[in-house]
């Protein structure tokens, strides 16, 4: 079996590093900390909301390809 050695302080620096990471509430606040920070800063949301891309996208796939009208 292969061993590390490390120091104590810096082992139990690994723990508390460990814990936070664990701590769920603390990241989701944070991420919505992000977020906030991010909106006001650049006047953007960067939420889910995807519905106005994906119409963006079907509408300019559609724009580029000629359709049965173009041939009247």
């Known amino acids: 079996m292969n061993t590390v050695e490390i120091p104590l302080s810096e082992y139990r620096r690994l723990q508390e590093e460990l814990e936070l ?3 769920t509430e603390l990241l989701r606040n944070f991420n919505k900390l992000v977020d906030l920070l991010y909106q ?3 006047g953007l949301f960067m939420g889910d ?3 106005d891309l994906t119409e963006a996208a ?3 796939a559609w724009a580029d390809e000629p359709g049965e009208w173009d041939n009247v």
């Open 49 to 51: 909301y995807t519905d």
């Open 40 to 42: 006001e800063k650049y």
């Open 21 to 23: 990471l664990k701590n």
């Open 58 to 60: 079907v509408s300019e």
